[in-house]
């Protein structure tokens, strides 16, 4: 089972990327499906979640009206569209799927039971 995220790399800040996350191994249709990132010297962050019926979507105050999570059941993938880029979102980017995800553990960690190896985004100004 595996989660493979890319779509990361260099841009100049206001920008747009676009996050990709393929799981394998199973589905991850009925998932809760997240993205974090962590910062150099910093500490895991919450970013957004869907959950397996869209458009129930959550996210970080930090985020809000610029990153929009959306996924493809069919491709057993999530995406983040990332928008407004700016240098303090740099950070590697982690996707997440969480069997059992419920409201009061969407935004942490331990929510989630699979996790993707990571794609950095570095900002420029």
């Known amino acids: 089972v595996q989660l493979q995220a890319s779509g990361g790399g260099l841009v100049q800040a206001g920008n747009s990327l676009r996050l990709s996350c393929v799981g394998s191994g199973r589905t991850f249709s009925s998932d809760t499906m997240g993205w974090f990132r962590q910062a150099p010297g910093k500490e895991r962050e919450f970013l957004a979640a869907i959950f397996r019926r869209g458009p129930n979507t959550y996210y970080s105050d930090s985020v809000k009206g610029r990153f929009t999570i959306s996924r493809d059941n069919a491709k057993n993938t999530v995406y983040l569209q990332m928008n407004s880029l700016g240098p303090d979102d740099t950070a590697v980017y982690y996707c997440?799927?969480?069997?059992?995800?419920?409201?009061?553990?969407?935004?942490?960690?331990?929510?989630?039971?699979?996790w993707g190896q990571g794609t950095l985004v570095t900002v420029s100004s």
């Open positions: 997440a799927a969480g069997t059992r995800t419920i409201l009061s553990t969407v935004r942490r960690e331990n929510g989630y039971n699979y």
